[in-house]
């Protein structure tokens, strides 16, 4: 059964602080694993896909990188806007289409 | 191009009741999945559905269905509710479900079971 953790479960940061968050996974097969930012109220907004190993993409002030057995976001210089619910989800070689959340990680970024 | 679209946004249903909620696709995208959001359990895999059939399903019970139409619109129904099932409810359309295809969900419809 495919397994995603995250953490911290929440994180609170001045803006300007730089930090990371985490994924850890256990999947069968990795097909990928996708990053969403999630506002309260809304669905889940799509950040980033990373296919393997040693795979890097860039959008802004985020930066997520994939290992095999985790994968980071990097979060530079944050700002009061990053404020938002980061998902974390696996995607497996024998489980379809279906995604695999973890829990969460909760940022809240003061000015 | 407009993004997936949940339709109604809220609604209140007591215990007993059954509802069908509607999620119109990105216009190209064929596959749809539902899932729902609570805040003990998280994001649960409910169902896929690619060119009207359903091609995946989680572990939920089956008083959960859905179906697809010939235009890829999707609607899932809760039959006989519980309080339990009270969540935000969202739907995902991708192109085809396959490798390297992503999945943008639309705003959910929140579901409030009295």
């Known amino acids: 059964e495919d397994q995603v953790t995250q953490s911290p479960e929440a994180l609170r940061l001045q803006e300007g602080e730089s930090s990371s968050l985490n994924c850890s996974y256990t999947v069968s097969g990795l097909r990928g694993l996708f990053w969403y930012r999630q506002d309260p109220g809304k669905g889940p907004e799509f950040l980033f896909t990373l296919y393997s190993a040693g795979e890097e993409k860039e959008k802004e002030r985020l930066k997520a990188t994939l290992t095999k057995k985790e994968s980071f976001l990097h979060i530079t210089a944050p700002k009061p806007e990053d404020s938002a619910t980061y998902l974390c989800?696996?995607?497996?070689?024998?489980?379809?289409?279906?995604?695999?959340f973890g829990g969460g990680t909760r940022l809240m970024v003061k000015p | 191009k407009a993004g997936v679209t949940q339709t109604p946004r809220y609604l209140i249903k007591t215990r007993g009741q059954q509802v069908t909620l509607s999620c119109s696709p990105i216009s190209g995208h064929r596959s749809v999945s539902w899932y729902q959001q609570t805040p003990g359990q998280g994001l649960q895999f409910l169902f896929e559905?690619?060119?009207?059939?359903?091609?995946n399903k989680g572990n939920f019970p089956g008083r959960f269905s859905g179906r697809q139409f010939s235009n890829s619109r999707s609607e899932m129904n809760v039959s006989t509710l519980e309080l339990g099932d009270s969540a935000l409810y969202l739907c995902?359309?991708?192109?085809?479900?396959?490798?390297?295809?992503?999945?943008?969900f639309g705003p959910g419809t929140r579901l409030t079971v009295l």
């Open positions: 995902a359309s991708s192109v085809t479900g396959t490798i390297k295809d992503t999945q943008y």
């Open positions: 559905y690619f060119s009207e059939t359903q091609r």
């Open positions: 989800a696996v995607q497996s070689n024998n489980a379809g289409n279906m995604l695999t």
